[in-house]
């Protein structure tokens, strides 16, 4: 298989780049290891712009996901305490990952885009623009995305070394089992060292979670189970989601070569 261009990582980004591709008629092929719908460790915060800009890919339809609802503003806290409400200059919409990436994933198949779920990757070399599968299936490309996240596979092709150094976790909450009747978004400040804590409301739960600079010492299940009850949510710590993420870091020298 041959490709003008192959992405690693059917996320938002990844996906949204393989829209502009095929809006510009070049072929592209898209690199997942899961299987879509499948669900992602995320608040689902999408701001107006990036709301607008969703419009420019040419998706065919406007996304209208069930779950999701629109944020006119954030509330401020101090740890529990409340400190404001904050109006936003545009709207956020809170959208359910599982449906949200689903719709942007269906919407480049139907323009003709490749995608390759359930797929991993054994070896990318850029000498001769090869990617092997774990099925020994070779694809050759002109230019590679790499959109796969802070430990994916190409980000170790930019700095060997490097390392994610935010760790978050998250949990997704019945709405009937909570207090909180509120659509705008809230912000937790003072829980944890260089870090935050959320709720992101959608209609049928609350996305709710924290992120920080990571720390080795810190026992994140505890401090989110402190958090958690702080707030007056209780669940099964079997139900935390964690995960790694750059936190603060940029490349500066992202790969781009040409031929």
Not at 3 to 15: C, T
Not at 64 to 90: F, P, Q
């Amino acid at each position: 298989m041959n490709y003008d261009v192959v992405i690693i990582g059917a996320g938002p980004s990844g996906i949204a780049a393989g829209h502009n591709i095929i809006n510009n008629n070049l072929s592209c092929c898209i690199i997942d290891k899961q299987v879509f719908p499948r669900n992602k460790l995320c608040a689902g915060g999408v701001t107006q712009k990036t709301f607008e800009l969703l419009k420019s890919l040419n998706l065919g339809q406007e996304f209208k996901g069930e779950n999701t609802i629109v944020s006119k503003g954030v509330s401020i806290y101090l740890k529990d305490k409340y400190i404001t409400d904050i109006a936003c200059k545009g709207n956020t919409y809170l959208v359910d990952r599982f449906e949200f990436d689903e719709y942007l994933v269906r919407a480049y198949e139907k323009k003709g885009g490749k995608l390759l779920e359930n797929t991993k990757i054994k070896n990318i070399d850029t000498e001769n623009n090869i990617i092997t599968l774990a099925d020994n299936q070779n694809i050759k490309f002109k230019y590679i995305i790499g959109a796969d996240g802070a430990v994916g596979i190409t980000r170790s092709l930019v700095d060997k070394d490097i390392k994610a150094n935010g760790f978050c976790l998250q949990v997704d909450i019945d709405k009937i089992n909570t207090s909180y009747n509120s659509d705008n978004m809230a912000m937790y400040y003072g829980v944890l060292p260089y870090g935050y804590g959320w709720i992101f409301p959608k209609k049928n739960h609350l996305s709710v979670g924290f992120i920080g600079e990571y720390d080795k010492k810190i026992d994140y299940k505890c401090e989110f189970e402190n958090f958690l009850n702080n707030i007056g949510i209780n669940c099964d710590r079997s139900e935390f989601k964690g995960a790694f993420i750059p936190f603060g870091q940029y490349l500066n020298k992202p790969i781009n070569k040409e031929k």
